[in-house]
């Protein structure tokens, strides 16, 4: 190394190149130590604050060349290095850990000031360097214990163990370069005495304490090489109250029964780093369902609140001359709350966000659709760019600080240590970091997010509520004022709902904290479009959550959720109903920022099996449970965006459609798995019977109230038989429609498959395709047009290839013509009056089949119609070059009205079916769910279009008939 070459290092390279030239003299004489001093390493080491000065003054090695090669290989080549030092058996284990300890920590500063590693490189480098240590410091005081007093031994007679647990940032392996272990020590048996030893024998429980002792003094003793780690043992069970090494089994006990919700964010980042890991890993598995349970309770969801909240009261805002890394507006706390938050509520039901560092679980996050993945990529680059920056300040010196001081020159040092430079290196730094912090604040202020603009309750709300000399007829006319269409109606479930949730006794906080509720509550729902009906089912959900104070707290003091839950009941009963029955789901709408409108199957079918994956999938009653709470967790959520607008019709039906798919494939495993002991199946039999899905599940134009039209093909084996086939699809039909206590998945419709229902419920694939392609009537045809293999099937192909010999290079007669006609006017004469948006003529059920049968005619000649789904294909016909095409375009926009007009049905008043209501207030309802501000409004729209259909379909018929009676 020239002189030449050190100074253009220290220009270039060092943090605070002024310095490193006024210790010119000491860079000389270190590197005169070594073979082949490199001049980034020494620049660097000497011109960036004081702990590196030390740690080449006792391993000056650091600024030779070959430290670059040991650096290139990454942070397990570091950790070999230093066990090479821990392992000299006749060095002081106190001087060992330190200096290993400082040998590595200025590797892994030279690595990150010279960029060799990553962010994340340095963090897990410096986490493996605090697990090897640590389990040196535990070994030596397990060797010094137990030469004075033996050794514990279990009940069995083996040998007992004990294993440091690490929390926070050792946990999960985000350690900083001057952070404390957060250290728990659990041992498998505390009680009797020791073997005894060179001092005799003594308590089982106080042996383990001195271990632990020796261990901390080892680590946390400061001598003249320094200190090794700052250990804290306060996060035990019971606190400093606690013992300091429980037993296993009292570890084991102690979180489900007194465990608060800061204990699971806790255990969320607890892993075992030293001693025996496997009985660390074992207790910490019986303690998931208490990290993550399946349906957080209203105290805990409050509680989660409540830690929000004081992370924001102790957030620092920042001054002019630092930043708080850590504790700041934006800063790492609130990043890893967010994420840990999230966790924690979804994690019970998605096993895929059970992971313990952060940016594992940011990007399991927005894989399981909780995180839209433009926010998963801001707070990804945040909490690397923060950590980043905060193991820089704190390499400098060694010091335990989270504050960037922003006065110059040292903002400038640091800054340049952290990668920048340019004539400001500091000012692009602080632009970067507020950049990230304020992202970071923003994804934080959603959560239980309070709106401090709330208006002022009405004056009317509180006459409502506290004005005892006001009679009914003043209370009816102030319910009118504040909204209510029917204050008659009103005026008994405004009475209920002061009286509040059923219950026999009330303690006092919860009777405070629901009269604290209930004037804001009122202001809500008086709030919506539709009070007449939010009120009613305000009542119901109050009633069935009964007297839980923590929910009235959660609702008042986040009035955003509040809001959210009164729009709901007012815009949709079906949703309301769906909540009311399972107010567990409140989580759901609490986070509801966090959620995505649309996920695709793919991603519906990854997080059903991530719950599906923790029970015995032949347990029929535990997976039937699972896949309803699914279904009515994605129905909530693809409601709630629908109801607010925020998802076209055709999103809607491909996410429902979607969801049924995902569904029918997981009850055909389930189906395989019951019966497979009696019949004998492999693994790949169930992909041999295929349910063809029919009408709007074919053809993904599901509603919310859609049932399933299925037609079961098999192709039969030497197990998967006939007989076998029907077993399975009868199961299979059975779990789908049997009601248990989470209510029941689809209703199946059989009526569609050969013959109907005279036919049997499974065709042999062989008969499937004889009677499609040469006996299905003209009806059969048309629906088949609709058929679509939604599950995996080794017959899909088959299916495809069978519906478009069968569909489209069959003729179309004027006979058959005729045979559709008839079957029309049957239609209309028994069905019409009950369901007229359908059977009457010029309904869905004429578009329909004027599409399928003018596909069935022209595919041949115009092979982009070959669709499933009707919308699809009369939108295809805009560009398609066939007679009638534009009048089957136009009626595109019909069928689309109508889809979005049954869909309301369901959504808004959940009754199924296809005729509008008969009750005022329903119609009203649903003529403002349709963009009408009148039910007269709605009742003219239908007429209208019912009568331009009607027209559409005579001309289109007409045409069809013409075209097939000159032989086209």
Avoid at 46 to 52: A, E, N, T
Avoid at 575 to 592: A, H, K, Q, S, Y
Avoid at 717 to 722: A, D, I, M, V
Avoid at 786 to 799: E, F, M, P, Q, Y
Wanted: glycine share 6%; hydrophobic share 40%.
């Amino acid at each position: 190394m020239t002189e030449a070459e050190l100074l253009e290092a220290i220009d270039d390279i060092a943090p605070d190149p002024e310095r490193a030239r006024k210790d010119l003299d000491r860079i000389y004489e270190a590197t005169a130590l070594v073979d082949s001093p490199d001049p980034e390493l020494a620049a660097f080491a000497f011109g960036y604050g004081d702990m590196l000065r030390l740690c080449v003054r006792q391993h000056p090695h650091l600024i030779d060349r070959s430290c670059r090669d040991v650096l290139v290989q990454g942070p397990d080549e570091l950790c070999q290095e230093i066990g090479g030092l821990l392992d000299d058996s006749d060095a002081d284990i106190v001087v060992s850990l330190r200096r290993a300890r400082n040998l590595a920590h200025g590797r892994l500063a030279l690595a990150q000031g010279l960029g060799i590693w990553s962010p994340q490189q340095v963090w897990y480098g410096l986490s493996l360097v605090a697990e090897r240590l640590i389990d040196t410091a535990l070994s030596a005081a397990m060797e010094r214990m137990s030469a004075r007093f033996g050794t514990v031994t279990n009940p069995d007679g083996s040998p007992a163990s004990i294993v440091a647990i690490g929390f926070g940032k050792l946990g999960v392996r985000e350690l900083n370069f001057s952070s404390d272990v957060d250290l728990v020590f659990v041992c498998s048996h505390n009680r009797g005495e020791t073997t005894g030893g060179t001092d005799g024998n003594t308590d089982a429980q106080r042996y383990w304490e001195k271990v632990v002792q020796t261990t901390s003094r080892l680590l946390n003793e400061m001598t003249p090489d320094g200190f090794v780690y700052r250990v804290d043992l306060r996060l035990r069970p019971g606190g400093q109250s606690g013992l300091l090494v429980p037993s296993g089994d009292a570890f084991a006990e102690y979180y489900p029964n007194w465990g608060a919700t800061w204990d699971r964010i806790a255990l969320l980042r607890a892993r075992p780093v030293a001693g025996d890991t496997a009985y660390g890993n074992r207790l910490l598995a019986q303690l998931e369902s208490f990290v993550f349970p399946r349906h957080l309770d209203f105290e805990s969801l409050d509680a989660m609140r409540y830690l929000r909240d004081k992370i924001d009261r102790e957030a620092t805002r920042h001054g002019e001359d630092m930043i708080d890394l850590k504790h700041g507006n934006g800063g790492i706390r609130e990043l890893e709350f967010l994420v840990q938050n999230l966790q924690i509520i979804f994690g019970g039901r998605t096993p895929a966000l059970q992971v313990r560092d952060t940016l594992g679980a940011i990007q399991a996050l927005a894989d399981a659709g909780l995180m839209p993945t433009d926010i998963a990529e801001r707070l990804r680059e945040a909490y690397t760019f923060l950590r980043h920056i905060e193991n820089t300040v704190q390499a400098r010196d060694d010091r335990q600080t989270y504050i960037l001081p922003l006065e110059e020159p040292l903002a400038s040092e640091l800054a340049r240590a952290a990668g920048y430079r340019g004539a400001s290196p500091a000012d692009t730094m602080v632009r970067d970091l507020r950049g990230h912090m304020s992202n970071v604040a923003n994804e934080f202020a959603l959560l239980y997010k309070r709106d401090k603009d709330a208006p002022e309750i009405r004056t009317e709300i509180y006459e409502l509520l506290e004005n005892e000399t006001l009679d009914d007829d003043g209370r009816k006319e102030l319910l009118a004022r504040i909204g209510f269409e029917r204050p008659d109606d009103a005026l008994p479930w405004l009475d209920r709902l002061v009286a509040g949730p059923r219950a026999s006794v009330y303690g006092s906080r919860t009777r405070e904290q629901f009269e604290a509720l209930l004037p804001h509550l009122l202001q809500e729902i008086s709030a919506t479009a539709n009070p007449d009906q939010a009120l009613p089912l305000s009542v119901e959900f109050i009633q069935r959550v009964g007297g839980r104070a923590h929910l009235y707290a959660l609702l008042k003091e986040n009035p955003a959720v509040a809001t959210a839950l009164s729009a709901l009941f007012a815009g949709s009963r079906h949703l309301g109903n769906l909540f009311i029955r399972n107010p567990e789901f409140l989580d759901t709408l609490v986070l509801r920022p966090h959620l995505t409108p649309v996920r695709n199957r793919s991603e519906l079918s990854a997080q059903l099996d991530d719950q599906l994956a923790r029970v015995d999938r032949r347990d029929v009653e535990e997976v039937s449970d699972i896949l309803r709470r699914f279904r009515k967790q994605e129905i909530l959520r693809i409601g709630f965006f629908d109801l607010n607008g925020e998802l076209p019709l055709a999103s809607v039906q491909a996410q429902l459609s979607d969801l049924a798919a995902v569904i029918l494939e997981r009850v055909r495993r389930l189906a395989f798995d019951v019966l497979a002991p009696r019949f004998q199946f492999a693994a790949d039999d169930e992909t041999t019977l295929a349910p063809l899905a029919m009408g709007k599940l074919g053809a993904g134009e599901m509603n919310y109230g859609s049932d399933l039209d299925l037609v079961f093909v098999a192709r039969e084996s030497e197990r998967l038989t006939l007989e076998s086939a029907i077993r399975v699809a009868q199961r299979m039909i059975s779990l789908l429609q049997t009601h248990t206590r989470e209510g029941e998945l689809y209703e199946v419709d059989m009526r569609l498959r050969p013959s109907g229902n005279q036919g049997l419920l499974v065709t042999t694939l062989r008969s499937f395709v004889a009677y499609q392609t040469d006996k299905a009537a003209i009806w059969e045809r048309v629906a088949l047009v609709k058929g679509r293999c939604v599950v995996d099937s080794t017959i899909n192909d088959a299916l495809a290839q069978t519906r478009h010999r069968a569909c489209f290079e069959r003729p179309v007669t004027e006979t058959d013509l005729d045979e559709m006609l008839r079957i029309r006017e049957k239609l209309i004469a028994e069905r019409s009056p009950n369901e007229p948006i359908k059977a009457a003529p010029g309904g869905t059920a004429d578009i329909e089949t004027i599409t399928s049968l003018f596909q069935l005619r022209f595919v041949r000649d115009a092979p982009e119609l070959d669709l499933h789904s009707p919308i699809a294909t009369l939108s295809a016909c805009a560009d398609a070059d066939l007679p009638g095409a534009k009048r089957l375009h136009e009626l595109h926009d019909h069928l689309c009205w109508y889809r979005k007009l049954e869909t309301r049905l369901h959504l808004v008043l959940d009754r199924p079916g296809s005729r509008l209501p008969r009750q005022p207030a329903q119609l009203r309802a649903l003529a403002r769910a349709m963009g009408f501000e009148t039910p007269d409004q709605l009742e003219r729209e239908l007429t209208r279009r019912q009568a331009t259909v009607q027209t559409a379909f005579d001309e289109l018929i007409t045409l069809l008939r013409a075209h097939l009676q000159n032989g086209r």
